[in-house]
């Protein structure tokens, strides 16, 4: 297959997978980060920037290792998962993240992320 197709091939699945990310998310967390974010709340930006951010990395470490689309999209599921549960996670452990985050806390919002980023980072580096 010429180069450019492969090309294109990877870069709209993985743009559709981002996409089916955002979407997911978004309806499984306690928070409307949307309306919150164009409400200009910095910190439902943080939160969900540092989510989506964390499973590019993913996604792009998965291009990388992976020979096959199918592996691919695999390793996409399962870092969809990784992220859920480390969203789901967090919420447990942090009882008032849904205050924080709805009231504008910035801090807290960063916070949200790097857990997030920290969790992509370390799941990207798990492929081989």
Not at 48 to 56: H, P, Q, W
Not at 57 to 85: E, K, N, P
Not at 96 to 122: C, P, Q, R, V, Y
């Amino acid at each position: 297959m010429p180069a450019i197709i492969n090309y294109a091939i990877h870069l709209l699945s993985a743009s559709a997978l981002l996409i089916a990310f955002f979407i997911f998310y978004t309806w499984a967390t306690t928070i409307d980060e949307v309306l919150l974010i164009r409400q200009g709340n910095n910190a439902a930006a943080l939160s969900l920037g540092g989510a989506l951010i964390g499973f590019s990395l993913t996604l792009g470490s998965s291009l990388l290792h992976t020979a096959s689309y199918i592996d691919f999209l695999a390793w996409a599921a399962g870092a969809m998962v990784v992220q859920l549960l480390a969203y789901g996670a967090t919420v447990r452990l942090l009882h008032i993240s849904k205050d924080h985050i709805e009231s504008g806390n910035t801090a807290f919002g960063g916070l949200m992320g790097a857990i997030s980023l920290s969790i992509g980072a370390i799941n990207a580096a798990c492929i081989s």
